[in-house]
Each structure stands twice: as structure tokens, then as C-alpha cells.
């Protein structure tokens, strides 16, 4: 479970999180909901440590991540998919997969484990496992980082707009994988950030909405239109 306390964020200057509070319980999806520039985008990096909070604090199951480094999260359970998806080119999809577990230094028994888990969820995973990071399509790399958050995401999976540029038959194949990832890892807290939540229906236990930096709980029929 993740808490978010009160947290106020400012970037380069300009306060971007106002006092923002939510919280994401085990076994649940939360999609994010907001305009672009809204703060979706922020929100997850300062959970992640990649912007300091200039108020409140951030829990992971009751841990306050206040002096835990940027590096060390992924260690607590955190997996992070960033929205622009970062693949190394060079490195082929499997070694991609394994990066979060070697900065982390898990034991050899651990990444085969780790590997097996995300191949037995997503199969097109290990056809691809050869291929170099370079050479994949857009929606390819989408599946490879959702991949790679889930080395790590034994507790929690942060999603930033992974159906944003994805042609309808891959968004759809997208929302799958999520829905299989929630039947078959009951406890994770999952967040989805996304600007039109069309595709979320099935997998979206819960919405929250961000607006000028301030989120309020709603719904994905009031938030779809
Ligand atoms: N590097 C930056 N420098 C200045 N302002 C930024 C920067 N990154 C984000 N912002 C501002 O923060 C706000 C929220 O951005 P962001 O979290 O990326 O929104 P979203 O992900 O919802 O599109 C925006 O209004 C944007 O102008
Ligand atoms: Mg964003």
C-alpha cells in the first residue's frame, strides 16, 4: 500500500502539487486522471524521489520514504514505468527486463524467478527476449517497460500514460496484460495515470482526478466524456 500525504511539489520554481493526499490499497488499480500539464507526470516522480517534497510525506507499506534515495525505492516493492519508456537500444529486450534487478544486485536465483513471473504473464515478453532495445516498435518498448516496472513491483506499479500514442489493437492488447497482471498478483496497488480513460474500464477499481495541481476523487463515466 501507498500513502501520499499532503504533499506539496514545486518545479523550477513553481509550486506544480498543492497539498495533494491519496492513498493506493493493495490490490487495487487507481487510474490518474488529468489534462495535460495537470501534474500526473510530477506526482509519480516525486514518488519515486526524483523531485524533493517541499511538504507532506510518502509511505510505502507504513515506511516513510523521507531519506530513502531514488535508487533504493525499487528495492521497497516499487516498480515505476516512466512515460517516455528509456530502453537502452544496445541491450537486447531480456537484458532491458533484468536492469532494474542488477542495480539492485538481486541474487542470480532471483532474476531467473523475477524473469519467469513476467514471461509466464506476458508471453510476447520472451519471443522478443533476442531483440535489441533499438529495433523495437513503440508499442513493443510499452510492453518491454511495463515488463521491467514488474521485475521490481511487488508491491507497487506506477504507470505514466501507457496507452499514450498506441494504435487501438495494441492499447486494447495493453489493457489486457493489466487486467491479467490484477488477477494474477491480487495484491499489488497499481496507479495509471492517463489524460482520456476510455480503455481503463474493466481494470479501474478507482479514479482520482488532478486539475491545477489538486486531486479529487471521481468517477470513469463523469471523467470520460
Ligand atoms: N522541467 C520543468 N520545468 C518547468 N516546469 C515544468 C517542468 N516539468 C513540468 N513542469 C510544469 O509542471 C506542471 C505539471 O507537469 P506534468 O506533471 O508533466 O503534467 P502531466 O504529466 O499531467 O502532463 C506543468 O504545468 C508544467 O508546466
Ligand atoms: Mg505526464
Redesign the pocket.
Known amino acids: 500500500m501507498l500513502s501520499v500525504e499532503n504533499i506539496r511539489v514545486a518545479?523550477?520554481g513553481?509550486t506544480?502539487l498543492r497539498d495533494i493526499s491519496f492513498t493506493l490499497p493493495n490490490g487495487e488499480t487507481t487510474v490518474l486522471i488529468?489534462?495535460?500539464?495537470?501534474?500526473?507526470?510530477?506526482?509519480l516522480?516525486a514518488i519515486m524521489g526524483l523531485l524533493p517534497l517541499a511538504a507532506g510525506r510518502i509511505l510505502v507499506n507504513d515506511r516513510d520514504l523521507d531519506g530513502v534515495a531514488t535508487y533504493e525505492r525499487p528495492a521497497l516493492g516499487l516498480g515505476y514505468a516512466p512515460?517516455d519508456r528509456r530502453m537502452i537500444p544496445s541491450f537486447s529486450v531480456r537484458e532491458n527486463l533484468l536492469l532494474p534487478t542488477v542495480a539492485l544486485r538481486f541474487p542470480e536465483t532471483l532474476k531467473t524467478e523475477r524473469l519467469r513471473a513476467v514471461y509466464d504473464l506476458m508471453p510476447e515478453l520472451e519471443e522478443l527476449q533476442n531483440r535489441s532495445g533499438g529495433t523495437l516498435s513503440g508499442g513493443q518498448g510499452k510492453m518491454v517497460a511495463l515488463g521491467r516496472a514488474l521485475m521490481v513491483a511487488t508491491d507497487v506499479l506506477l504507470l505514466?500514460?501507457p496507452f499514450q500514442g498506441l494504435a487501438p489493437v495494441l492499447a486494447q492488447s495493453y489493457a489486457r496484460t493489466l487486467k491479467k497482471v490484477r488477477d494474477q498478483r491480487p495484491d499489488l496497488a497499481v496507479l495509471v495515470?492517463e489524460?482520456s480513460p476510455q480503455l481503463l474500464g474493466e481494470v479501474t477499481d478507482r479514479a482520482l482526478k488532478?486539475e491545477r495541481?489538486e486531486i479529487s476523487e471521481t468517477t470513469l463515466a463523469e471523467a470520460g466524456h
Open positions: 518545479v523550477a513553481n506544480v488529468g489534462r495535460n500539464g495537470a501534474g500526473k507526470t510530477t506526482t516522480r512515460e505514466d500514460e495515470t489524460s488532478i495541481g
